[in-house]
């Protein structure tokens, strides 16, 4: 700790030199003008007196009688000197201590709370200027891999510093500092680093320390400061920069990532507001190689609403998207139940798949089932809200199909679909197209596949004739009950 720093009021007190001292009239003032005295003070016949010194720096002065004045400062000096050597050891012990802690207690708090990084910084930096009383403390960060900006920095008495009050010349030698990355050190005024920046500055500034900010290759910023009142700054308060410079440097690259993550989940969850959250995952965790085109089995749905030409003749516009929106929502949450995962809704139809992008066990009873709670829905909550809000009618058509279907990136360069085709997607929604009057149609493979069917087919239709298809196909198909 600094001579001129100490709290002598309290050093007389804990070391019993108060005590001592209660048979002589005295008055001592330190640094910062806190004043202890005897008793007897009102003795005194003048206000002068002599200076206190410890290791050659002034810690304060000393008011006594012409008589006491010299032994008093020999008893002074003398036990200061020895109380401070014992107690050294323990006092950089509490500070280390305090550094630390307060350090740890800090990242927790800045990491925990959303605060602004330039607010993170300035406490920083007053945290550090506690421990190093330096008039000036200057943080840089490094734009470009070379380039310096001017980030923030605090004065006097702990005050923000203007950006047109920093040297000019500092920013340079910072620059160098951020391209050597080592701290440099100048404690003598004949210093060439000190040199150059004093020629530019009104104070002479006495001493300072330049410390980039990096780990590695990375370097993020450079913190400076600048002129600690005495004449160096000690090796305790050049560990305590260089602690805190690690600090800084740990705070922003957890708040770059922090920052990117929470970009990154905003996008996602953006881009799950337009595709199935399973395709978000897949495409954010793939490289544009692993998406290419992979042959999978899927079982494919559509499901349309049959009467909808009817639909838009009866209500407005924004109407339409309302009813679309409602009716897709409740059927996604049907989807997301049982697994599969939304490909694409085109207009008033919802294309869902199982198999892609993840692999499902008993897809087609999923698939099945999925369709029947679709119908079900449809039939017992959709359909009566709307007649009751004026709509004719409400009718839903469900198409499934299985089979092989290649998966990947569809599209041009600049705009893709990570999406499926096939013949066995064209055959699901042509069997859709076919389904009227809430029914469900399924290409018979796709019910023989499924173990333990709960609800049975309300018939078979056998050589069903569709479009792309040279021979007829059986269907079993599920009409309300």
Known sequence: MKKEFLNTAALFRDSGLANILTQFPYKFRDAFGREIASCSQDKLENDSGIKIVLDEEPIGELI?????????????????????????????????????????????????????????????????????????????????????????????????????????????????????????????????????????????????????????????????????????????????????????????????????????????????????????????????????????????????????STIRQEISAKHIIDILNFHFDSMASIVERHQGTIDKTIGDVMMVVWGHPNEVENAEELAVNAALEMQETVLNSIKPLLKGRGLSDFEVGIGINSGSAVAGNLGAKDFMDYTVIGDSINLAQRLESKAQNNEIWVRSDVVRDIKDLKVKPTRVAKNVKVKGKKEGVTVFIFAPS
């Not at 740890?104 to 920083?124: A, P, R, W």
Request: charged letters at 30%; a negative charge; aromatic letters at 8%.
């Open 64 to 308: 006594s009688t012409q008589k006491d004045r010299l032994i008093l400062k020999d008893i002074i000096e003398h036990y200061l000197e020895r109380f401070l050597k014992l107690e050294k050891d323990k006092f950089v012990a509490r500070t280390d201590m305090m550094i630390v802690s307060d350090a740890i207690n800090f990242l927790h708090d800045s990491l925990s709370q959303e605060m602004d990084l330039k607010q993170v910084f300035i406490k920083i930096l007053h945290m550090l200027r506690s421990y190093t009383y330096t008039s000036s403390l200057l943080l840089y960060k490094v734009e470009d891999g070379c380039e310096l900006e001017a980030l923030v920095g605090i004065g006097d008495k702990g005050k923000p510093l203007d950006y047109c009050l920093w040297p000019t010349r500092l920013a340079r030698c910072a620059s160098l500092v951020a391209r050597q990355k080592q701290m440099y050190v100048a404690n003598k005024a004949d210093d060439p680093l000190l040199k150059f920046i004093n020629n530019e500055h009104e104070t002479e500034i006495k001493n300072i320390a330049i410390v980039p900010l990096c780990a590695g290759e990375q370097v993020l910023g450079v913190l400076v400061a600048l002129d600690n009142p005495t004449e160096k700054l000690s090796q305790q308060q050049l560990e305590a920069i260089d602690f805190y410079s690690k600090i800084i440097f740990q705070v922003s690259t957890e708040k770059i990532a922090f920052t990117k993550l929470k970009a990154l989940k905003q996008t996602t969850e953006r881009l799950e507001q337009y595709l199935d959250h399973n395709v978000v995952e897949e495409v954010c965790e793939k490289t544009s190689e692993e998406l290419e085109g992979v042959e999978k089995k899927l079982v494919t749905l559509f499901i349309k609403i049959a009467n909808f």
